[in-house]
Structure formats: structure tokens, C-alpha cells
């Protein structure tokens, strides 16, 4: 029986108008690209769908005219996994159906996160826009292969 199929995918969030290219170097060879709100600039879309397809939410600060076509909460099919994607994961309100899931993705507080609930894998890439705090400056990467889905946080070297 043939193994399924490994796809690798970019995940970034609150980027507020900031594309760094240390994102654009990260996410080279990714074959979809995840962003989980506070976009900032339609632009920084534009610039990631060179690299892939790119599927976004919008988050909070999403606030002009051109966000209002991008959903708040999206579902994403990426190899045999069904993940869904929300700016803020506190908003998510039926945590049962969450269950369908392979993973969720999300943004809004800056901070890197990789967890398992339940079976789920809780993913929040951190910030990869402006610095807030002394919290990193930080994407990640999601390889899936089939329903498996396993995920890294990869801190961009900004200085």
C-alpha cells in the first residue's frame, strides 16, 4: 500500500502590514500557506501567494474594507486532516466540534504555542510582524502526511 503523501505547510499570524523576508526564505517549498489573522496590508497576502496558495482569516485589527471578503473562522483540507483556522482561539464557542479536527490554528496573542488536546493539535505560530514585548518574531511549519499532522515553531532571526 502506497504511503500517503507529505505536504508541508506555512503557518504565520499578526503580521500587521509587516512581510519580513526571513518569511519568505522559511516558507520556500511550502505548498499552502496558513494565516491566521491581523493581516494588516492585502498586500502581505499578495507577496505570500507567490510562494503558495495562500487561505487566511481575518483577526481583530482586520478592520478595512478589503478584510471584509476574508471569513473569521475557515475550515482547511490539507492531506486526510481537516483543520480549522480562527484569529482567536478563545472565540471558538463549540469546543465538542472541534473533535472533526485534526488541528486548529490559530493567532492574536503573539505567543508561540504547540499543543495537543484531546487528540487535536493547537497551533499558534506567534507574531511575525512588528515586535511586541520581548516576545518572539516567529512562524511555523505544519507537515501532514495523510490524517498525521505534526508542527514546529521556527523563530526568525531578525537582527
Do not use: Y
Amino acid at each position: 500500500m502506497k504511503s500517503p503523501k507529505r505536504q508541508t505547510v506555512g503557518v504565520i499570524s499578526d503580521t500587521h502590514g509587516l512581510l519580513r523576508p526571513e518569511v519568505l526564505k522559511v516558507f520556500k517549498g511550502v505548498s499552502l500557506i496558513l494565516h491566521a489573522g491581523d493581516i494588516g496590508d492585502p498586500e502581505v497576502l499578495e507577496r505570500l501567494r507567490v510562494l503558495a496558495p495562500v487561505v487566511a482569516v481575518r483577526g481583530n485589527n482586520d478592520r478595512d474594507a478589503w478584510s471584509k471578503r476574508i471569513p473569521e473562522i475557515q475550515t482547511v483540507h490539507a492531506g486526510n486532516a481537516a483543520i480549522c483556522m480562527i484569529h482567536d482561539v478563545k472565540e471558538l464557542k463549540d469546543t465538542a466540534a472541534l473533535q472533526k479536527f485534526q488541528a486548529v490554528v490559530s493567532g492574536h496573542s503573539h505567543k508561540p504555542r504547540i499543543e495537543k488536546r484531546e487528540g487535536v493539535l493547537f497551533l499558534n505560530p506567534g507574531s511575525a510582524g512588528p515586535r511586541r514585548f520581548k516576545l518572539p518574531i516567529s512562524v511555523a511549519r505544519m507537515t501532514i502526511q495523510g490524517a498525521a499532522v505534526h508542527a514546529e515553531i521556527i523563530e526568525l532571526n531578525t537582527a
